[in-house]
């Protein structure tokens, strides 16, 4: 079950009231408690009535409701509804201060993090260089900035509730290792998972960076509202990101969105690094970009972004090199949309985010290639996305393990 702003129905569980349907009482408790609680989490501000109305359950059983969840501490009074006819009427909300969660972004470069509060508002965040000399000094840098984000916020580590970590490559579902991870030394090593786990010390999910950056943009981002979404990451690497009804889409073993393994045409499907990284990863990722610029002759101490400095600034040799990553990105959006039929793709990454010179191609060149149509977009979350898909993800850890913590004690 997902807490994300995707889902738009009254929850994962079903109501049942109490008044109407015999059953053990303990149970029907904890189910109608755990249905107002999604409700207040996903509507509130909320009076009893409008809970009522969302969730389909008597105001017998909602006040009853809502009386165990304000006794647990998971949802507290936030003042009186505001005009209309009649009497005003009590509105609530989630506790603030229920719960903690840390959501955290490792990347090539910077490790960003933030620590919320269980509503999702951020109390303290940091971002650092990363230190990538290897698996272990990643790790132990994790670890520092966790812990230091909860001294910034002014709490101690046990009262975090969740962690949700995001970083490059496929998190298979029960196992303990992540693979094609190629741009963090040592991340693919046996174990790692419980590594970082033994380093943070609370309860630590885990997904790939670009599922994450998806996420973001699904609950804080151009997503909101969308049920149907794919997010394009084009930077240090390629990759993608599945959000259908809300929910990301991981696939069988993790890998749903791998796209850097796409064969796509004017690309060598053949080379070793091909093979090692995918097709797509190696001619349209931030090396790819400064790949083509040498191969145009263009000389000098070059990374991708200097290469659309130049393009933008009007260098011929630099502007052809863009067209080209263009047009190989409106194949990689042309072959998504044959498969998922996204309403949206979004572009993300330090490539795909140079929207005044990469939009109009793809969007041109990707209604050329297909049937299909998809409103092609740039993150407005920018380097941001991950770190709010992340803490999406943790938020949702914590609810379930708060509300699981009530129930059990109830």
């Known amino acids: 079950m997902s807490w994300s702003d995707g889902d738009r129905r ?11 349907v015999a059953g053990t009482p303990s149970l029907l408790r904890a189910i109608n408690e755990r249905t107002v609680l999604e409700c207040v989490r996903r509507v509130g501000p909320i009076s009893r009535a409008q809970l009522a109305r969302e969730t389909a359950l008597s105001k017998p059983t909602v006040s009853q409701a809502l009386a165990g969840l304000q006794q647990a501490g998971l949802v507290r009074e936030a003042g009186r509804s505001k005009g209309g006819k009649g009497p005003t009427a009590i509105l609530y909300q989630l506790n603030p201060r229920a719960g903690w ?33 290897s698996a272990a000094t990643l790790i132990a840098q994790v670890g520092e900035v966790a812990h230091g984000l909860a ?8 009262q975090v ?11 298979h579902p029960g196992q303990r290792e992540v693979s094609l991870a190629h741009s963090l030394p040592g991340w ?10 033994r380093e943070l010390g609370t309860k630590t999910v885990f997904e790939n960076d670009v599922n994450l950056a ?29 959000v259908v009804h809300g929910e990301l889409y991981r696939g069988a073993g993790g890998g749903a969105g791998e796209v850097a393994y796409l064969p796509l045409a004017g690309t060598d499907v053949e080379g070793p690094d091909s093979r090692r990284r995918g097709p797509l990863d190696v001619w349209a990722s931030a090396d790819g970009v400064v790949r ?38 409106a194949l990689a959006v042309a072959a998504v949309s044959a498969v998922l039929d996204p309403e949206l793709v979004i572009l993300g990454g330090g490539i795909g985010m140079n929207a005044e010179l990469l939009l109009d191609h793809v969007r041109g060149r990707a209604a050329e290639l297909s049937p299909f149509r998809p409103r092609i977009e740039v993150s407005v979350l920018r380097e941001e996305a991950t770190l ?23």
Do not use: Q
């Open 10 to 20: 009254s929850g994962g569980t079903t109501a049942i009231d109490a008044t109407s």
């Open 101 to 133: 969660v840390v959501g955290i972004d490792i990347g090539r470069r910077f490790v960003r993090a933030a620590i919320a509060d269980v509503t999702g508002g951020f109390v303290a965040r940091r971002d650092e260089r990363a230190r990538v000399r």
């Open 151 to 158: 001294a910034d916020a002014g709490i101690r580590w046990r």
């Open 161 to 171: 509730t969740a962690a949700a970590v995001g970083s490059p490559g496929v998190f």
């Open 188 to 197: 693919g090593r046996d174990g790692i998972v419980e590594l970082v786990r």
């Open 214 to 242: 998806a996420l973001g943009e699904a609950t804080h981002g151009l997503g909101r509202g969308v049920d149907h979404l794919a997010y394009l990451h084009l930077g240090t690497g390629v990759g993608l990101g599945i």
């Open 292 to 329: 083509a610029a040498r191969d145009e002759g263009i000389t000098g101490s070059l990374t991708a972004a200097k290469v659309f400095a130049a393009a933008a600034a009007g260098d011929e040799r630099a502007g052809r090199v863009v067209a080209a990553e263009a047009e190989r990105i």
């Open 388 to 410: 709010y898909g992340s803490v999406a993800l943790a938020l949702t850890a914590a609810h379930e393990l708060l509300f699981d913590r009530t129930a059990a004690t109830g």
